[in-house]
């Protein structure tokens, strides 16, 4: 087992503010900033359609996201507004390349 890298004080600052933030965006705000589908939700979101469905519906039918949803959807929301300024050792490390 390898040695963990101690922490720097600037990523103790990181961690103290992660801590104290609520990281997501909700469904609806992401679908009002992007023109995606109900299936590409479900797939960023590792969700059926059906759950989706459920994220938009009224009454009874109604099923508030989790916070997992939420959280990547936040995260597809920073990667598609910098992807552009994103390094690409960063990419790669972020999306391995898938094996054949």
């Known amino acids: 087992m390898s040695n963990p890298r101690p922490l720097e004080q600037r990523e103790v600052e990181l961690i103290t503010l992660l801590s104290h933030t609520q990281l997501g965006i909700s469904p609806r705000m992401f679908l ?8 590409q ?10 759950t989706v469905t459920r994220w938009f519906a009224r009454g009874d ?6 916070s997992y949803p939420c959280l ?3 995260l597809a929301d920073l990667l598609l507004e910098n992807y552009q300024d994103i390094p690409g050792e960063w990419v790669q490390s972020i999306f391995p390349p898938r094996s054949q």
């Open 32 to 39: 009002s900033k992007w023109d995606v589908n109900y299936e």
């Open 61 to 66: 039918n109604y099923r508030r996201p989790g």
């Open 72 to 74: 990547k959807l936040k």
């Open 41 to 50: 939700l479900a797939a960023i979101c590792h969700c059926s359609i059906g």
